[in-house]
């Protein structure tokens, strides 16, 4: 389309209905093409459209009123116009705009809205060339900001337009303008309309944009305090520009600039006028800051701690403060980060006002934890900040409690808590602790575990954990030192003087050994388990003593033994199961069945119900933790069972303590924060009892629960969530609330209880989730916030905040546990236990039947509707939720069986449903109305379609009739969760209803109408999927008249409705429908060229928003887009901005172009490293090291390396160079801690000055993040093996690229010294992680390049140069801060170094093998190892540690059948080596059998109390070795290695008196072991799909088993019969299942078994015939089974293998079949023959395969064949019939091919041809042959000479052979000679008239020299009387084939010259009596040839040949 086409615009067109979706196409494509035209052609039609966007703006007929994308459209077309052509219109375009806007009268608000737009756009552009223009627009926009009767809409574009003008022409302003436009813009921040209070913090912050701007204190007070009024009623994006106006003040406060001195002795009170005159120069004081760092956040502190402040306001401040810190940057953060922290310990968590109530204080922790955590500690901190914030507060707060000097206070428990919870995410953000954190933490942090508060308490067990998990070197340490301190605390406790806090210190302790404990499953290799034995011990015995003291002492031994043992609950069922029978008994006795006396409230106190309720929440939690680590592993029916009866037991206790205290149990506040001594209420000791009671029920299971006990478990927890009476709090209160009408939402109350209400979200998580926010996923998807900026707004609405002591049991929590939070946060007891009785009740009602679930949901709807209610508004609100929750969440869970389902669908249960449900549908809290929505749509999926219909014809009844938003809001979330959750297919005819309603709906006014109407749309759509096609047209031009209309636009409605539609953002939803409808088009929006073109357009549109959610929603739709409409879409502009988003401030942004990158790196990345370069990808990692919480960074970097490093690898690793040249904050600090940093060492120092040292002095001036480090040795772990893989040779040989000629700096192998150093820098790191993978790296370095050979040295390898630095980064692994971990991978990495062949003179071998031979000599020993410098490890590392260092060896053992020098480095170990094998093989198969004791006598033995623990731990190192071991056995086994026999009798391997006797009959000791492993395996993975680790064990088995059946192993045991039937099913499936390659080792292992140990069935065998249960028959069968297998059948398609394998494994299989036969002795020989050649014939028969199997095996065929003794009697009968037989056959089959052709004709024909050869040439002269089939023969060859094709070839082969081998003197083939004769001259002939131009000359060429040296050998072969006859036939053929007159002459006629000048050499009388019989024509045809062969021969003498000829020809 031409230019002039694409910018008329037919204004005809605009008039019609859909005009103004004409206009905006029409804009769009302006829009492009205004950016590409050339200038000069833009200048030409400029005018034109320049008047086209005004009239499109001012509305002038016929155009439409410009909505909101068309201004948008049109500014950003006149900026393009003025960017790139004239500018002289400008200025009178800006003046209609002006003169339009001014004039109400003439115009419409929304001309005069798209007027301000494009004011304000063109001025943010070219305000500074426009300024005389600023004045009028400042006027303007005065003018209609002041007048409230205008709409909100035109008021905020007015504020916009001034604030866009300011920011570029703000100098133009007049002083009484600019001070008119301050008040104004002030007196804006406290408007009615909250866009007005938006536009005006932003037009202030252009206002206060230089630090001069702000003049005295006073005024940043009066902005701080003007918006924080405005907090009050702010929404999300209000409070947002509020926190950008404060913080950009308060921000100026920091900027340093000289302060004025006043000069007060000049000045008077009457002088006031005259400032200046007591105001010295400046200069006077050196410049500074306007308020210090404590000033200024003091600012936002007092106002925070305002008494009479709202949590909303609160909340906004802290907002501030976020907005604040982020706007001063990581720069000002990380140094002043202790002024921070003191400040809000100081002026936040300090201060009574936040501490004087429970929830205050969790608010308030809260919010401080969002700051320090979230924010600083995430997202400013570098590494070396968050070492240093670690130690900041270790020293200030931490080390300071218990205070040692007098006078001095100690932190309150308040800040320590906080300080603890920060400390500990630092330590999970960091990953590891250097030692200086180790040396400031591991002290203060046992210290802190005796302090007498709770809180800290459990902050301090829980940053020990978390610091314990990071350092797992300090675990040991640090449970010994608890166990120690609690075992002095409960000694000190029994005596008399004992001080009363020695009981709070003892529990203390207690938390701190659960939360060590908890962390050993995760790092088993570090602790001992003999003291989880010890622990067990101790709680036994205090739970036996506690009877024995007063209660004060017995609580605290009952709570520390319960608690000890919750904790070993978490090692999991193998410690567990040995000790289940004592804690039954425990269990049993602290929950006895309840008596009359147990529970009679006469003459207990509250200490003794306070025990009594303690002990039972004790047991219970640990029976909890026992429920949830060992089940279902140890949880078995009896177990269940007895556990039910004691849960009955308590819940029984729990409801008669409940009747008799109910006067008690009003105390819902618990603990005082200000009084820590006070432990928890009465009421908060029954919430604990029952919230455990319900979590036990629900983590075991109610299989094993009576109906009885069920149905009163129901009544329990309906009672406590839902009742009047579940309300635990003042009944006058509540009355007194509900009668004044303070309780406006239940979500705003501030007493942490809300009523009984629960903390359970929509999604079925509680409130406090892993951020602990109360927002669901869906909401914040929709939102596409700042997770901070969520965090603030959900805290604002959450009315209750958990915290980790709320519920201990999460510190004996291990990770696999669903614990993802940093810092756990369970709800307090008294809502926790509403949370559990929820969730009893919604999985144990689905299980009732339907009668009594009517029942209960009328108790129900009997509760919420009860009158008590109506005085406790607040309980009414919170049993309404809760009732609604449980009833959602039942549905649900309902869907898992059929049986609920039935019950759930039934009428009565659907009735009583849904009365419940439609309350909450119609209710004003939008939580509300979400949960029944959901539950009203699964319980449509549960009732029939009656029920559906029904439902869905009153919501559009309702629709109709109710006015009410919430209602009509209520009723489109029900229409989308029913269709999303029924299903597009049961609810396909409400379709049409369902949409209809909703676009009615999604076109009210009203912000929450028609935001939740296009949200249901939107589900409805994705549910419905294609069935929703038909509807798309209307769908897309509604979008784009709601995107017209002025009431979905944010601003645009009333005051209420723009007040409500900031955190309803409608747009994002509009995108999301975009992108579900993009889903449903797919690949036809390729065919749609209309529907496409307004898509992109609306998305491209959107993608321009101000609004970052909105951007965010279209760059989704974008990526959809991309996936089926690429083409049309100009993805270079696309990345481009999808690059400037990576550098936004904002996450989200960040988040959606990362995950769209990735899209587009998969897609192409070749295309990306076009767009992008390197450049981006070093963007990409600087983000992952800025910023390494943004996901997907990752992901972009891998998948961009996969696609492109094999093409340059180089480019690669110089970006990850870069990373590993810099150093982490870990290695600073520990190198700063340490004098001599690391080791000293001759080969280090080598590397250093070798490869690069001087760059160390530089590495000290760049950080990067260690796991950005990590993930760039990945990236290097992922170019080594990409490239590896590649099968690209050039990379990996310097030699042959050089030869190519290819540049040599882009290979890899050109890059080895520096991905050698990069191991190195990596293995003298201190991460762990950093160690293990630089290791990797190495280990990819020596496999990958141990066969390149030197470039500059032949015969030398290249690695052998790089020797001592691979040696120097192997050595920092034997140091002795060295993990298990890291030795392992060292010691692999040392096997694989020796074993690879680089260096093969042992002696030259060096340190490296000193560290693998001394690894080796420390396996020797038994116990515990210490290997290099490494202390003692416990006993798992010990064993890995074993089993790793005989893995090594056994590569090594395994690699030495290739590499001979490898012999010599195992021989002197052999011994021990194979003794230690079979020792490891054994204890594996001990582990895997789970016995408890281990023999004694093994040198690897485990203790036996490690035997059931360990196994979980030792088992994954065991399966990842025992193949491999198993492998280096069977070699050494096929070599005949004594030491190997030895051990596995059980013999020492040094006993020189080793004698094995030839056929011994009882196996070896441990053959069953190896035996059953190898068996095991093989049936193990029988099924497991074909992959490389599964075929290795599978190969290594059946290699270790050939030899293992040998007599010196198996004895006779193999042929127990139980034992060989095992054996021979297995042989059969595997003959049927696995791969050829497999399938050969199993033949071998069958030949094996019966060639060596066929001597004992010699007995047998001297009877006739097989008999059918001796081994060796079954031997036979196998063999013959797996050949049967292997050929192909027709139908039967075995593409498993390539050719050459099935090859492979016909010819070993047919060679063990003949051996195998051989055994059965000369009477059997030709019956097995007989089979072999059968199987063989169903070979020549094959036309499936597509491959040549039989040419290859012919070698098999062959010595099938052969006849090795003479034969005898009727020995010659059989195999005459034999060979008839197989020679009838192949010429059958080669008849069955007459006239077929094609490539398998062609084949069969070939191989039977020369099969039938094989035949004839090797059947000995003592079998007759048949002269019919010998004549048929004969003749098929000579038929087949005539073939035009290849066969004719292979039929001169089959003559040429039969001939020369009748030189023997063979009669058959003499009489074959004459038959063949004919033929062959026949054949001669015929080519002889073909020309040259024949397409099968070639071919036929090749046959006629086959045949001419037939001739020649039949010649040799006949006497000398004889010849010339011969001569009289040959030479008439052969001069047919000569022409003499060609020059040069051709090929064939030299080659048939030189066979007559033989004949003429060797019988020269005989060739010239039959020359002279010729005819004279052929005669002189045969002479002149003859002369000029000898002409030719006679010239060239002198000339002799040069030697490459000669060469070339011999060669």
């Not at 012999?1463 to 001990?1486: G, H, K």
């Not at 074909?1586 to 192993?1609: M, Q, W």
């Not at 087949?1840 to 094709?1845: A, D, G, M, P, Q």
């Not at 003559?1855 to 004919?1878: D, Q, W």
Request: net charge negative; glycine share 6%; hydrophobic share 40%.
């Amino acid at each position: 389309m031409s230019t002039a086409e694409v910018l008329d615009l037919d204004e005809s067109k605009l008039s019609g209905d859909n005009g103004d979706l004409y206009l905006f196409q029409w804009l769009t494509s302006t829009e492009a093409t205004i950016n590409s035209l050339p200038v000069d052609t833009l200048k030409s039609c400029q005018s034109t459209v320049e008047s086209v966007m005004v009239k499109a703006i001012t509305g002038v007929s016929p155009f439409p009123s410009p909505g909101r994308p068309i201004r948008n459209s049109v500014a950003r077309c006149l900026i393009n116009i003025y960017s790139r052509g004239e500018t002289k219109t400008r200025f009178d375009v800006m003046q209609s705009f002006i003169k339009t806007a001014s004039d109400p009268k003439a115009s419409t608000d929304i001309v005069r809205v798209a007027c301000l737009y494009c004011i304000a756009e063109i001025m943010a552009e070219f305000g500074s060339q426009i300024m005389s223009l600023m004045n009028e627009i400042a006027n303007l926009g005065l003018r209609i900001l002041k007048s409230s009767s205008n709409a909100v809409i035109l008021r905020y574009h007015a504020l916009r337009a001034l604030s866009k003008s300011l920011s570029s022409a703000g100098r133009a302003v007049t002083e009484p303008i600019a001070k008119d436009i301050l008040k104004q813009t002030r007196n804006a921040l406290s408007d009615k309309a909250l866009p007005i209070q938006r536009a005006a913090a932003d037009a202030l912050v252009i206002q206060y944009s230089e630090a001069e701007s702000v003049k005295t204190l006073a005024d940043v007070q009066a902005i701080v305090n003007t918006c924080v009024k405005a907090l009050e009623t702010a929404d999300d994006p209000s409070r947002r520009a509020i926190s950008r106006l404060v913080a950009q003040v308060l921000s100026l406060t920091q900027v340093a600039k000289v302060a004025p001195v006043v000069d007060t002795s000049k000045k008077s009170k009457d002088e006031g006028d005259d400032q200046e005159e007591g105001v010295t120069q400046a200069g006077a004081e050196p410049s500074k800051p306007m308020l210090t760092i404590t000033e200024m956040l003091s600012i936002l502190s007092t106002t925070f701690n305002n008494p009479i402040a709202s949590r909303k306001v609160r909340t906004g401040i802290f907002d501030f403060y976020i907005t604040l810190l982020t706007q001063l940057g990581p720069s000002f953060v990380e140094p002043n980060y202790a002024v921070i922290v003191q400040h809000l310990m100081s002026e936040i968590v300090s201060p009574y006002r936040n501490s004087s109530t429970a929830y205050e204080v969790l608010f308030v922790r809260k919010l401080v934890g969002i700051l320090l955590r979230d924010l600083i500690g995430d997202r400013m901190l570098s590494e070396q900040g968050q070492i240093g914030a670690i130690r900041e507060l270790s020293s200030s707060y931490l080390k300071k409690w218990p205070s040692l000097m007098p006078g001095k206070s100690p932190p309150s428990h308040l800040i320590l808590v906080v300080a603890l919870k920060e400390v500990s995410g630092l330590l999970q953000q960091l990953g590891n602790a250097p030692p200086p954190v180790q040396e400031a933490l591991e002290d203060p942090l046992i210290q802190l575990l005796s302090h007498p508060n709770t809180a800290t308490q459990a902050a301090a067990a829980w940053c020990l954990r978390c610091f314990c998990f990071s350092t797992p070197l300090r675990l040991p340490k640090a449970v010994i030192s608890v166990i120690e301190l609690l075992q002095r605390d409960i000694t000190s406790m029994e005596t008399a003087s004992a001080p009363p806090e020695v009981g709070r210190r003892a529990i203390g302790h207690a938390y701190g050994l659960a939360a060590l404990f908890a962390v050993i499953p995760e790092r088993p290799l570090y602790v001992s388990y003999d003291m989880s034995i010890k622990v067990l011990d101790m709680a036994t015995q205090l739970l036996k003593r506690a009877g024995e003291h007063d209660l004060a002492v017995a609580g605290v031994e009952v709570e520390v033994a319960w608690t000890c043992i919750s904790s070993l609950m978490a090692l999991g069922p193998n410690f567990v199961r040995s000790h289940l029978p004592q804690l039954l008994v425990l269990w049993r006795n602290a929950l006895p069945k309840p008596l009359s006396k147990d529970t009679n409230a006469a003459g207990r106190s509250i200490g003794e119900w306070t025990f009594l309720l303690q002990v039972r929440e004790a047991a219970l939690g640990a029976i909890l933790s026992f429920l949830r680590h060992n089940s279902p592993t140890l949880v078995t029916l009896d177990v269940a069972r007895r556990l039910a009866s004691l849960l009955s037991n308590a819940l029984a206790f729990s409801s008669a303590f409940v009747l008799q205290q109910n006067e008690d149990l009003q105390d819902i506040t618990g603990v005082n924060p200000l009084n820590p001594g006070v432990g928890p209420s009465l009421a908060v000791r029954d919430a604990m009892l029952k919230r455990r009671i319900y979590q036990c029920f629900v983590a075991l299971g109610f299989s094993s629960i009576t109906e009885s006990l069920q149905s009163t478990l129901i009544q329990s927890v309906i009672g406590l969530f839902a009742s009047p009476e579940g309300y635990v709090g003042s009944g006058i209160q509540a009355a007194i609330a509900t009668s004044s009408g303070s309780i406006s939402s239940i979500w705003n109350v501030s007493d942490g209880y809300a009523y009984g209400l629960s903390s359970l979200g929509i999604q079925g998580s509680t409130i406090e989730n892993d951020h602990g926010d109360g927002v669901s996923d869906e909401k914040k998807e929709k939102l596409n916030r700042d997770i901070l900026e969520t965090l603030i707004d959900s805290l604002a609405i959450t009315p209750i905040v958990g915290s980790c002591e709320h519920d201990m049991i999460v510190l004996c929590r291990s990770r696999s546990q669903p614990l993802t939070q940093s810092w756990p946060e369970p709800p307090p007891p008294s809502t926790g236990v509403v949370d559990a009785a929820i969730e009893l009740f919604s999985l144990l009602l689905p299980l009732q039947d339907a009668p009594t679930v009517a029942r209960n949901i009328a108790q129900l709807t009997q509760h919420i509707r009860s009158p008590k209610l109506d005085r406790n508004i607040g309980r009414k609100s919170a049993a309404t939720y809760n009732s609604t929750m449980a009833l959602m969440l039942m549905l649900k869970n309902g869907v898992q069986t059929r049986l609920s389902k039935d019950v759930i669908s039934s009428s009565q249960v659907t009735n009583a449903l849904t009365e419940i449900l439609k309350d909450g549908l119609f209710d004003g809290d939008s939580e509300l109305r979400a949960v029944a929505s959901e539950a009203l749509g699964g319980l449509a999926n549960f009732a029939g379609t009656t029920f559906l219909s029904s439902q869905v014809k009153f919501l559009v009844d309702q629709v109709l009739t109710n006015r009410d938003p919430h209602g009509r809001a209520g009723c489109a979330s029900a229409f989308g969760s029913i269709y999303k959750q029924v299903g597009g297919l049961a609810a396909g005819p409400l379709l049409k209803t369902t949409i209809n309603v909703l676009m009615s709906l999604g076109n009210d006014p009203h912000p929450v109408v028609h935001y939740y109407a296009l949200s249901a749309l939107g589900d409805v759509i994705n549910a419905a999927s294609l069935s929703f096609a038909p509807f798309i047209s209307n769908t897309i031009g509604m979008l784009f008249r709601l995107y017209m209309m002025e009431t979905h636009e944010p601003e645009g409605g009333s005051i209420f409705n723009v007040n409500v539609s900031g955190s309803l953002p409608t747009y994002h939803v509009v995108c999301q429908i975009i992108d579900a409808v993009i889903a449903v088009l797919g690949p036809e929006l390729r065919e749609s060229a209309k529907t496409r073109k307004l898509l992109l357009d609306l998305v491209t549109e959107f993608s321009k928003e101000e609004d970052e959610g909105i951007r965010v929603e279209a760059i989704k739709c974008m990526q959809h887009f991309l996936m089926f409409g690429a083409e049309f879409i100009d993805i270079p502009e696309l990345v481009k901005g999808f690059r400037k988003y990576l550098s936004s401030s904002r996450r989200p942004l960040k988040t959606a172009s990362v995950n769209a990158l990735y899209q587009l790196v998969q897609r192409d990345s070749f295309m990306m490293s076009k767009v992008g370069g390197d450049s981006l990808v070093e963007d990409l990692f600087g983000m992952l090291d800025d910023d390494p919480t943004i996901e997907g960074v990752r992901n972009i970097i891998s998948s961009w390396l996969q696609q492109t490093v094999v093409h340059n690898p180089s480019a690669w690793i110089d970006l990850c160079q870069r990373i590993m040249a810099r150093t982490t904050a870990s290695q600073q600090a520990t190198d700063a801690a340490s004098k001599n940093a690391g080791f000293q060492d001759d080969e280090a120092e080598s590397l250093n000055v070798g490869l690069g040292g001087a760059s160390t002095s530089s590495r000290g001036n760049l950080t990067s993040r260690w796991r950005t480090q990590l993930f760039a040795l990945q990236c290097l772990h992922q170019i080594c093996v990409l490239v590896g893989q590649s099968g690209r040779r050039e990379h990996l040989d310097l030699v042959l690229a050089r030869n190519q000629k290819i540049p040599l700096s882009g290979l890899l192998v050109s890059r080895v010294p520096d991905l050698i150093r990069m191991a190195f820098t990596a293995s003298a790191a201190y991460v762990t992680e950093i160690r293990l993978e630089g290791l990797v790296v190495l280990r990819d370095v020596i496999e990958i390049f141990a066969n390149s050979p030197d470039p500059e040295y032949e015969d030398a390898l290249l690695l052998e140069q790089h020797q001592a630095p691979i040696t120097a980064a192997l050595t920092p692994a034997f140091s002795s801060d060295s993990t298990p971990e890291i030795l392992a991978s060292a010691i692999q990495a040392c096997a694989i170094f020796v074993g690879c062949g680089v260096v093969k003179d042992v002696g030259r071998m060096g340190r490296i093998l000193k560290l693998l031979t001394s690894a080796l000599e420390q396996s020797k020993e038994s116990g515990q190892l210490s290997i290099g410098d490494v202390g003692e490890l416990s006993p798992n590392a010990s064993v890995m540690l074993r089993v790793s260092t005989l893995t090594a060896w056994a590569d090594l053992q395994v690699a030495s059948r290739h590499q001979s020098y490898l012999q010599e480095v195992l021989q002197p170990y052999r011994a021990i080596l194979a003794t230690l094998w079979v020792a490891t093989l054994r204890d594996y198969a001990s582990v895997r059998a789970d016995s408890e004791v281990l023999q004694d006598s093994s040198s690897m033995a485990l203790n036996a109390s490690y035997s059931g623990m360990g196994r979980e731990i030792l088992l994954p190192y065991y399966e990842s070795s025992w193949w491999k071991i198993l492998k280096a056995i069977g070699t050494a086994m096929d070599t005949n290695d004594q030491f190997v026999v030895a051990a596995m009798d059980g013999r020492e391997g040094s006993d020189k008196s080793i004698t094995t006797k030839a056929l011994r009959d009882d196996p070896t000791v441990y053959f069953h072991v190896l035996f059953g492993l190898a068996y095991e395996a093989l049936v193990s993975y029988a099924d497991v799909a074909p992959s490389a680790p599964r075929n290795d064990i599978v190969l290594s088995s059946l290699e270790a088993l050939k030899s293992l059946v040998k007599p010196e192993y198996a004895g006779k045991a193999i042929f127990e019969p139980v034992v060989f039937d095992e054996f021979r099913s297995l042989a059969f499936r595997m003959a049927v299942v696995e791969t050829p390659l497999v399938q050969i080792e199993l033949v071998n292992v069958v030949s094996s078994l019966a060639i060596s140990q066929s001597t004992r069935f010699e007995v047998e065998l001297a009877d006739s015939g097989f008999p059918p249960d001796l081994p060796l028959t079954h031997c036979l069968r196998i063999c013959a089974y797996v050949l049967r297998q292997g050929i192909p059948k027709r139908g039967v398609s075995r593409d498993i293998a390539t050719p050459a394998e099935r090859v492979s494994l016909l010819l070993t299989a047919f060679r063990a079949l003949a051996a195998i036969g051989q055994t059965f002795g000369p009477s059997r020989n030709e019956d097995v023959r007989a089979i072999a050649i059968s199987l063989y014939s169903e070979l020549l028969k094959d036309e499936t395969s597509g491959a040549d199997l039989c040419g290859p095996t012919l070698p098999a065929l062959k010595s099938i064949l052969d006849v090795t003794t003479p034969l005898e009697g009727d020995a010659v009968e059989k195999y005459g019939k034999l060979i008839h037989g197989l020679l009838s056959s192949c010429l059958q089959n080669i008849e069955e091919m007459r006239g077929r052709e094609g490539p398998s004709a062609a084949m069969k024909i070939k191989n039977n041809l020369l099969v039938t050869v094989l035949i004839l040439t090797s059947t000995p002269e003592k079998v007759q042959l048949s002269q019919a089939a010998v004549d048929q023969c004969c003749y098929l060859i000579s038929l087949k000479l005539e073939e035009v094709n290849e066969i004719s070839l292979t039929a001169a082969h089959c003559a040429k052979t039969i001939i020369l081998a009748a030189s023997s003197g063979v009669p058959i083939l003499r009489y074959c000679i004459k038959l063949l004769m004919p033929g062959m001259i026949s054949y001669i002939g015929n080519v002889a008239s073909l020309g040259d131009e024949d397409p099968n000359r070639e071919v036929h060429n090749h046959g006629v020299e086959e045949i001419m040296k037939s001739f020649a050998a039949f010649f040799n072969t006949v006497p000398e009387e004889h010849r010339v006859r011969l001569l009289g036939v040959l030479l008439p053929v052969s001069v047919l084939l000569l022409d003499p007159s060609r020059s040069p002459p051709s090929p064939g006629h030299m080659r048939v010259l030189s066979h007559l000048l033989a004949f003429a050499t060797s019988s020269p009388a005989s060739f010239k009596e039959a020359t002279a019989k010729l005819d004279t024509a052929v005669r002189e045809t045969l002479e002149v040839s003859l002369r000029q062969a000898l002409g030719s021969r006679a010239n060239a003498t002198p000339q002799m040949p040069t030697k490459p000829q000669i060469s070339l020809r011999t060669f």
